[in-house]
């Protein structure tokens, strides 16, 4: 049935929202590439709305359960319970419904067919993909999930990416044209709310940037770092002190810029601003009242919380949101922002990363972080993603975004990132053991091949190597025009003839040697003799004298630097196209070692280990066939599985407990497998991290011997939300390992106790 966008939309639409809509119509893919906040969600109803109408089905994919279950919500308030339905790797609810939530890491297993069956009945009627926060593709550990999608994705399904600002999404979407079908960019950069950019310092607010969207002059002397002092001594090495967060509310207060979101970049740096800011007064009477009745409803359904140390805080219309905290404290913090009961948020960047909780204003403390690569400046795309966050439409005429003063940064970069554009999407696609495994289960190598060369990765490559393949053309051309000799008469060969003249040469010097050091007279005879012959061959040569010699000469070099730049050009062409399938054909190699492939086809062995999925899967496969586990009670399999999904590097505490000496022993005998792998690994030049650590390992041993929460907390002072997501990652694993074809009986059965054990009060997801 035919629809028009003004029956679904009581607003009018703006023009990037009509042409995508309009792509959709005629059956196109769309690549949506628009601020946060600028109404890109429209065009994902509007996908929703053409699968209703039409009796097919949609998915809608995130990148986070968090998004999912935000999203699951939307949509049932929309549409009607009985309409949306959520896949997760363990939960399946109403899995036919026409509107179908889930992550794109589920979707992309789907699309393997290693979750909830066969891959046609997956995709049986689903005609829209919606692939939301698309930008995600940039992620160092999760962004070949999304090339994935793509690549494998039934041409006859529309795709709706949907992605925040970024340097070159013409890239993408010509990629996903080239690899899934007609794909349209759909581009805007307005925001609804448009942003008033601030610099806070000396307890003022100043406009940071002037008319011309340069750094406003006057911030320049003003915030100018001053390393010396005026008669040029240094200045004495004193603590750096920032902005007091308490300074910059009280200013954004009476201002009427609340509600805030307030980055910073490390857990510590959100509570000890939480903890500063308390005594301002933020909430109303009425605010006060509404906001007491909400706490007390959530605290009543959570007891465990309700001695929370954070719960003052909140009282005053304030929290922190990090990776840390508990996922149902979160989840209520998320909920009252949303309702305007909370003022501000002390939030690591994570909470730029999609979240709905816009508010009026955004406070970025710093315009640089510590990361992986040491202390770095914030990339633009960084900047706009927590910008982006300030200014609610429908409620908000301007977003404000104050960057705050620091002693060791500059004012005039922090301009320069408020006008930077975004940075692009790179590739991540990397080849996995999984990966191998699950395409030769369902495709010839030739097959696989040509999936692996799809990749964003290697289109970027070939775009990045196109001026050197028009080079290459080039100079093979000129090579052709060379071929034709320039002599006049009988060919020569003029290589040969320049090797005659230098023999002669050599003979010459040799013979005056000779003659120095007094030689025999037979001997110097001999030598006068050999370079007669050699003359004599050299004066027969039709280069001998020839009037082109020198053009000639010229003509031969160039072929030899042409030659040689030709197949220099050819390697570096040959090693950057065949990348990832060198990287493909190693992995398949080992596999064949290990006797997971039986020349092409995954084995017995290899079916198993299709069903798991992580960083390794081949070394979390070799652990479960081992039958180390098999020996251990269901609280020691708990803790083992515990440390295969907990990475190597974590900051170590000392614990108040202590794994039991049969875990201990069965970490040891997993060690040795561990070697073994990765010195098979060293020979084939393959770097696929194997990781497994024991820091969580004495709390999920105790957690499924039954300890309560409370417990839990006395044993560690670990964040809650980190304890949550170790103990959630050893579920999701055990009931992998519990579905993976051909798992042995006794570790079914093991897995089954484990899952039982774990997957209760806090740590137990709530859909």
């Known amino acids: 049935m035919a629809i028009t966008a003004s029956e679904l939309f009581s607003f009018r639409l703006d023009e990037f929202q009509i042409e995508a809509i309009n792509h959709l119509d005629q059956g196109e893919s769309v690549v949506v590439c628009a601020p946060t906040g600028s109404g890109k969600t429209v065009v994902a109803e509007y996908a929703v709305e ?60 789907m699309l393997y067919g290693t979750i909830l069956g066969d891959v046609r009945r997956n995709l049986r009627d689903v005609a829209y993909v919606i692939l939301d926060e698309c930008h995600y593709m940039n992620d160092a550990e999760r962004g070949t999930v999304w090339e994935e999608s793509i690549i494998y994705a039934p041409k006859e399904i529309q795709l709706v990416a949907l992605s925040a600002t970024i340097a070159n999404a013409q890239d993408l979407t010509d990629w996903i044209s080239e690899t899934h079908g007609p794909t349209h960019l759909v581009a805007s950069d307005h925001r609804p709310v448009p942003l008033r950019f601030y610099y806070y310092g000396e307890r003022h607010i100043y406009p940071l940037l002037s008319p011309g969207r340069g750094l406003n002059p006057s911030l320049k002397s003003r915030f100018a770092r001053r390393r010396f002092q005026k008669d040029g001594r240094r200045r004495p090495s004193v603590p750096a002190l920032g902005a007091h967060p308490a300074d910059v509310l009280s200013l954004l207060s009476a201002r009427n810029m609340l509600p805030a979101i307030y980055f910073l970049f490390s857990r510590k740096g959100c509570e000890e601003s939480m903890r500063k800011s308390r005594g301002i007064p933020l909430l109303s009477q009425q605010e006060q009242g509404e906001l007491k009745e909400v706490i007390g409803q959530f605290t009543s359904d959570n007891p465990n919380l309700a001695n929370h140390p954070h719960l003052p805080y909140l009282y005053e219309g304030m929290s922190v949101h990090h990776a840390g905290m508990l996922p149902s404290w979160k989840a209520m913090v998320e909920k009252l922002f949303q309702k305007g009961l909370l003022k501000v948020v002390f939030a690591t960047e994570t909470l730029a990363a999609g979240i709905n909780m816009p508010a009026r204003s955004t406070v970025i403390s710093s315009i640089s972080k510590r990361s992986d690569e040491g202390h770095r400046s914030l990339y633009a795309s960084e900047f706009l993603q927590m910008s982006g966050r300030a200014g609610r439409r429908g409620m908000d005429e301007v977003g404000h975004v104050i960057v705050l003063h620091h002693p060791f940064e500059s004012v005039e970069d922090a301009a320069k990132l408020a006008i930077a554009p975004a940075d692009p ?18 495709h010839s190598i030739d097959e696989a091949r040509d999936l692996i060369e799809r990749s964003f990765g290697q289109f970027l490559v070939q775009q990045e190597l196109t001026p050197l393949f028009e080079q290459k053309m080039r100079w093979e051309q000129e090579l052709q025009t060379l071929t034709k000799p320039l002599c006049p008469d009988e060919i020569g060969d003029l290589p040969l003839y320049g090797k005659r003249l230098e023999t002669i040469k050599s003979q010459h010097r040799q013979l005056k040697q000779m003659e120095k050091g007094r030689a025999n007279s037979q001997a110097l005879e001999q030598m006068h003799q050999d370079i007669r012959l050699l003359l004599d061959e050299a004066y027969a040569m039709p280069c001998h004298g020839c009037p082109v010699q020198k053009p000639c000469h010229r003509q031969s070099d160039r072929i030899k630097q042409l030659e040689r730049r030709i197949k220099e050009a050819l390697r570096r062409i040959e090693r950057e196209t065949n990348k990832h399938w060198r990287i493909f054909e190693a992995l398949a190699n080992i596999l064949r070692l290990q006797g997971y492939l039986d020349s092409n086809k995954p084995t017995t062995m290899g079916k198993l280990a299709i069903g798991i999925r992580g960083t390794n899967e081949l070394f979390l496969s070799e652990v479960a066939l081992s039958g180390i586990l098999e020996g251990l009670e269901p609280a020691q399999v708990a803790a083992i599985l515990t440390c295969l999904v907990t990475e190597e590097g974590r900051l170590q505490e000392n614990l108040r407990i202590r794994t039991t000496p049969q875990v201990d022993q069965a970490l040891a005998e997993i060690h040795v497998i561990a070697r073994k792998l990765h010195r098979l690994q060293r020979e084939f030049d393959v770097d696929i991290a194997i990781e497994f650590s024991p820091t969580f390992a004495p709390l999920t041993e105790i957690w499924a011997n039954g300890a309560t929460w409370e417990d839990m907390r006395q044993f560690t002072t670990y964040d809650e939300g980190d304890v949550v997501r170790s103990l959630r990652r050893t579920v999701d694993l ?32 709530d859909f």
């Open 50 to 109: 053409l699968a209703l109408r039409s009796n097919k089905r949609c998915f809608y994919t995130t990148p986070l359960k968090a998004l999912s279950n935000q999203k699951l919500y939307d949509l049932k308030e929309r549409y009607g319970e009985a309409n949306v339905g959520l896949l997760t790797g363990d939960v399946s609810i109403n899995r036919e419904a026409p509107i179908v939530v889930m992550t794109t890491e589920v979707f992309r297993n």
């Open 425 to 442: 999407l790179s590739s991540r696609f990397t080849p996995s053991y999984g990966m191998v495994l699950n395409l030769l289960e369902r």
């Open 734 to 765: 055990c009931r992998q390992m519990m579905r993976a074809p051909g798992m042995s009986e006794a570790m079914v059965e093991r897995c089954k106790a484990v899952e039982l054990l774990i997957a209760r009060d806090e740590v137990k997801e």
